[in-house]
């Protein structure tokens, strides 16, 4: 496998530079908002006459503006964003509920809107594109009211990302088989269609924890070899190799709940024998620690954190049931860890605050070679993005490509 696409193009030319330096420029008036041509050279570290030849043919294609009046050089007079106004739409299934918000181009939340998702009825199952088709209308209807421009819409899921036009498959809530989850939503919400003719990006599926790991490869100074793991909404991770994410040549890079690791397991809904998520996904657990009913009455949020209070007080079926999780968490990677080789794994939700139960299924099996020193690697570490990790990481992404060619910002 090969690392995948980055929202950033690779430069390789005149017009590379040109673009690259162009996004700098942009990205600053993006996130600090207006400033001067004197300040932009301070900020970007590009020569005055760089700034100035920029500037100018930004001005002149309409994607930043003067603010101010012009006097002398123009060195003082303020600069900002044209299309400034624009927002970014983000949506995706939580542990509970549909999701979406309204971000500046910044990234700064402006609204989220949220839709409890149906219990689960084996008579009269709901299609888990439903809630989240209801509040992709709230955000967009919002956004029109408010006056905003859409400038993204990324919808994150848990399964993988494959094929053309994207289709996800083994996703916990989804199904196993391909859904088109886009197909669904336009299907769903008569605006959209509206919408998309004037994003300048077609809307973009990604997996949830590609998106979360960019943001912890973010608080990894110098590290650009990253395998995420989370284990809430489902058993899903994401491998970042140089600074890309590792996607594999149709999208199953890091597919690793659906690793068959356990021998003569039980079937799969993927179809495969004794894949990790059949030990270690997040309702396997609750079941097994007695609190599929508690997750049922309370929420799946709320009996993870019971999980954890119960694995912390030693509650015997509660502990019993993680550490089985954990053991073939840790043998998985005795797989994944030699194949990708990272530098660090980052362990999220409720499964970072065992993370040395995982690290010592890990290490029960490594080889002694070099007097002990394979044993040691890689570094293990808690994840900081917290719940939104995936929200800030698609929003950061998704201005990464706005700005990679800063013509799409204007109109």
């Known amino acids: 496998m090969t690392p995948g696409d980055t929202t950033i193009p690779t430069i390789t030319g005149p017009l590379d530079l040109h673009r690259e330096q162009s996004a700098r420029v942009v990205e600053h008036l993006v996130i600090h908002g207006s400033a001067t041509r004197s300040e932009l050279v301070n900020a970007t570290g590009l020569g005055r006459g760089t700034i100035a030849g920029l500037t100018a043919r930004l001005l002149d294609a309409g994607v930043i503006r003067e603010s101010g009046d012009a006097h002398g050089d123009g060195r003082s007079t303020p600069l900002s964003l044209a299309g400034g106004d624009r927002v970014i739409v983000t949506a995706r299934l939580t542990l509970d509920d549909a999701l979406a918000t309204i971000a500046t181009l910044a990234g700064d939340e402006d609204a989220r809107f949220t839709e409890r998702l149906a219990p689960a009825d084996p008579e009269r199952p709901e299609s888990p594109v439903t809630p989240l088709a209801v509040v992709l209308s709230r955000a967009i209807a919002r956004a029109h009211r408010s006056g905003h421009r859409i400038a993204d819409i990324t919808v994150l899921v848990d399964g993988a990302v494959v094929g053309s036009p994207a289709v996800v498959i083994t996703d916990a809530r989804f199904g196993a ?8 939503l336009r299907a769903m919400v008569p605006t959209l269609a509206e919408v998309e003719r004037s994003l300048p990006l077609p809307i973009r599926l ?8 960019s943001v912890e490869l973010e608080a990894l100074p110098g590290i650009g070899d990253v395998l995420f793991l989370d284990g809430d909404t489902a058993v899903s ?10 996607t594999g040549a149709h999208g199953l890079g890091a597919t690793f709940g659906h690793l068959p690791i356990v021998p003569g397991g039980l ?5 495969q024998l004794g894949c990790l998520a059949t030990v270690a996904a997040p309702e396997v657990v609750l079941e097994r620690a007695g609190l599929a009913g508690y997750a049922a009455t309370d929420g799946r949020a709320a009996a993870l954190e019971e999980l954890v209070l119960r694995i912390g007080e030693a509650e015997d079926r509660a502990r019993w049931a993680w550490l089985d999780a954990a053991h073939w968490i840790g043998r998985t990677l005795q797989i994944v860890v030699p194949t990708i080789d990272p530098a660090v794994v980052v362990v999220g939700g409720y499964w970072s605050g065992f993370i040395n139960d995982i690290q010592s299924a890990l290490k029960g099996n490594r080889p002694t070679v070099g007097n002990g020193a394979i ?14 990790a995936a929200l800030v990481g698609a929003r950061r992404q998704a201005r990464e490509r706005l700005i990679a060619d800063p013509l799409l910002l204007v109109g």
């Open 206 to 213: 990604t997996p949830t924890a590609t998106a979360a790991a």
């Open 375 to 388: 044993s040691a690697i890689p570094v293990f570490s808690h994840a900081v993005g917290g719940s939104d």
């Open 267 to 271: 079937r799969c809904r993927c179809g």
């Open 237 to 246: 991770a994401a491998a970042v190799a140089a600074g890309r994410p590792l």
């Open 177 to 184: 088989e391909p859904v088109d989850v886009l197909g669904e």
